[in-house]
């Protein structure tokens, strides 16, 4: 007998089929570390070192908005409420050191969005357990295409990590790459974060 979580189901809201789900768009989001990976398999099974690569890979949920805990969701994690290390491509980003500018861009965000954390000692002493929870804004650009139904799938990359400041700023925008049918492939159209609902700021 299939076995399902009753008071899930009991808080359920009965649906009927046939529409589409909302999905998140790209644009301007407050995103939290849900797990730090040093390790992590590629698609052709091999293993990357992190820290031999000068990068480690940073899985996040929502923090704030419409979806906000978006990647709580069953799907997303085990029965301990910890990330499937299996769905990390569909929400993760990484944070390198090999460029230091870059680098340097992405620990001010953290230490902007965190007061009284100071990412550069948490990394120097190499206690990436401490990133779990903190929060960053950043730029989440997409990718949609169609499913078999025919519906919109979206595919997220987070190219910008931003302080609070940069994020209300409106200079920073989202790319949106429209890769439907009667498209042309990789279109590239860049929205502006202003232009979605869905952003909170």
Known sequence: MPIIDRAKFAQAEAKVGGGSIEQMEPGIYELRIQAIRLKWAK????????????????????ASGPFEGKYLEDYFVDAYGQPKEDRDFMHSCFLSWKNL???KGRI???NACNPGFDAMAAFEADK????????????VDGTVTLNDNG???????V????????????EYQAKVTDNRMGRPSGGGDVVPAEAYGDIAL
């Open 159 to 170: 190219s910008a990590w931003l302080t609070p400041q940069q994020a209300a700023s409106g």
């Open 101 to 103: 500018d870059y680098f």
């Open 128 to 139: 990436w357990e401490l990133f779990t929870g903190k929060k960053f804004w950043a730029v």
């Open 108 to 110: 001010e965000a953290l």
């Open 151 to 157: 519906y919109d799938r979206w595919t997220y990359d």
């Open 43 to 62: 698609k052709d099974g091999t293993v990357t070192n992190g820290l031999a690569s000068e990068c480690v890979r940073v899985v996040y949920d929502v």
